[in-house]
């Protein structure tokens, strides 16, 4: 299909739900083939699990940020 100076293509709404794809795709070129994949966020979630963590105080530090030894210069 056309779309102004490019060519576009359509995946049907089963393509589109069988491989949870929604809104925005990684598209990957290998040799002569395009690979499209749904976009994934590896840190999807994290805000609500940083939070639960707080409320349950358990988002302290377990070893100190800056070493005794550690220089600045």
Request: charged share 40%; proline share 4%.
């Amino acid at each position: 299909m056309k779309t102004g100076n490019s060519k576009s293509l359509q995946l049907s709404k089963a393509i589109l739900k069988e491989n949870d794809i929604k809104e925005k795709v990684e598209l990957m070129l290998k040799e002569d083939r395009i690979i499209i994949v749904p976009h994934h966020h590896p840190r999807k979630g994290w805000d609500t699990a940083f939070r639960k963590m707080h409320r349950k105080n358990d988002d302290a530090l377990i070893m100190d940020d800056v070493f005794p030894d550690e220089t600045f210069e």
